[in-house]
């Protein structure tokens, strides 16, 4: 018996021809890489607004209003993160074939160039995948890695939409040719196309080339996919959808009408916000603390607004809170209304236990430490005995459980 040579195995190796599918072909990849590139763009730009939102710049101040607008922007970051899952899958099967090309040029300068556009797509799908699978881990609320999602998700986003202008860049003129040449006619290789624009050639006529019918089908099923997949996950952020969302990781249910994100028990923090003998701190910008029971809590002015629950994992929800406005606690202590504060939780386990509220937000007095929602006290899941509410915030900023309000000096 002899040993396979490298022809041997070569020979068993696909080629792109060995993939007969007339639904195949740049039209085709053309038109869903369009879509699937504006998903992205506005993934990016709305995940961009995320981190500014979290960690507002200098440059850039992002106040209470809009009270809908983080709402809007993750709403529909996460929206159009999910319609690009369909795309970035009928993506894929459109141009695996092209995997097992051969190199056209084989000269040194052609191989080098080859393999650099070989290794640009290469980060371009495996940043893609990583995207949108981490996201969707996220929405989930499972994080089955030690690395920060947050950077992470960022960190590669870059590398994915850098990947994607080189990759628009190189493809241009083929983008151009395809999207001149309607779908479902005949013939749809690269050369098919460019022999078409060539009336001299004498190749088979493009009519006699195997029926395409099937493209415009493909093209039609990937876009109901998406748009099926929105309509089934949005409604947990869009409220006349939420009874046809039936995948919706938070389908807009709870206690008090409001989904629960961490529950007490899971943060640790039960036996501190039942305790009978709770108090509020609040520590002045000179160090003067003062204690405020439930009680004394309510019997200050309060104010009732509507503002949303905004969650970076896509679900949000509208409430109507009554409480505090901060600014108002704070001048106990004899505090500006524009400070800077400090809010600290009796959670002991986990992430999100303080956060801080940037002056913009304080002085608002619709930035409240919420004692009621939706006219009944916050139950123990919804943060009590008290929470943080404000306009146009992340939900993870919206602290539960507060037991310290500090004045940043
Ligand atoms: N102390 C504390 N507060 C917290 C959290 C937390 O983990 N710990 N989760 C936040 C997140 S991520 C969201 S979206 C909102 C959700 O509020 P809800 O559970 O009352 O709907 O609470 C925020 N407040
Ligand atoms: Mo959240």
Redesign the pocket.
Same mark, same amino acid.
């Given at each position: 018996m002899r040993l396979p040579t490298v022809e041997d195995i070569e020979k068993r190796i696909p080629r792109p021809e060995t993939f007969t599918s007339q639904s195949r072909g740049t039209r085709l990849t053309t038109r869903v890489g369009t879509a699937l590139g504006i998903a992205f763009l506005i993934c990016f730009l709305t995940g961009l607004w995320s981190h500014f939102q979290y960690d507002p710049p200098s440059w850039l101040p992002i106040g209470p209003d809009p009270t809908q607008l983080y709402r809007i922007t993750q709403g529909t970051h996460v929206i159009s993160g999910t319609a690009a899952v369909p795309l970035l899958l009928v993506k894929l099967w459109s141009v695996f074939p092209r995997l097992f090309a051969r190199p056209h040029d084989t000269t040194k300068r052609g191989l080098l160039l080859e393999s650099l556009e070989r290794a640009s797509i290469g980060a371009l799908v495996g940043s893609s995948v990583f995207m949108l699978a981490s996201g969707l881990l996220n929405i989930v609320q499972w994080y089955p890695w030690d690395f920060s999602f947050r950077r992470t998700h960022e960190a590669v986003a870059w590398i994915a939409i850098g990947s994607l202008l080189v990759h628009i860049a190189v493809k241009l003129p083929v983008i151009r040719r395809a999207f001149a040449a309607p779908i479902d006619e005949p013939g749809d290789s690269d050369e098919a196309i460019a022999r078409a624009s060539d009336t001299t050639a004498s190749d088979t006529p493009l009519e006699d080339q195997p029926d395409s019918a099937g493209r415009r089908a493909v093209l039609v099923g990937t876009f109901a996919s998406a748009g099926l997949a929105v309509l089934l996950t949005a409604g947990q952020t869009v409220p006349f959808l939420r009874k046809v969302s039936v995948f919706a990781v938070r389908d807009g249910d709870g206690p008090q009408d409001l989904p629960i994100?961490r529950t007490a028990r899971s943060a640790g923090a039960t036996a501190s916000a039942l305790d009978p003998a709770f108090v509020l701190e609040v520590v002045g910008a000179d160090g003067t603390v003062i204690s405020l029971d439930r009680e004394q809590l309510k019997a200050m002015p309060q104010q009732t607004h509507r503002l949303p629950?905004a969650? @970076?994992?896509g679900w949000s929800r509208n409430a109507t809170w009554t409480g505090v406005p901060v600014r108002d606690i704070i001048a106990l202590t004899g505090a500006d209304p524009r400070s800077d504060v400090k809010v600290r939780s009796m959670q002991t386990r986990g992430a999100?236990a303080t956060s801080e509220l940037p002056a913009v937000f304080v002085e608002d007095d619709r930035t409240m430490l919420a004692l009621e929602l939706n006219g009944q006290a916050l139950s123990l899941d919804h943060g009590y005995p008290c929470r943080i509410i404000a306009p146009n915030r992340?939900? @993870?900023l919206q602290t539960k459980w507060v037991r310290r309000l500090e004045v940043r000096a």
């Open positions: 994100n629950i969650c @970076v994992e999100f992340p939900g @993870v």
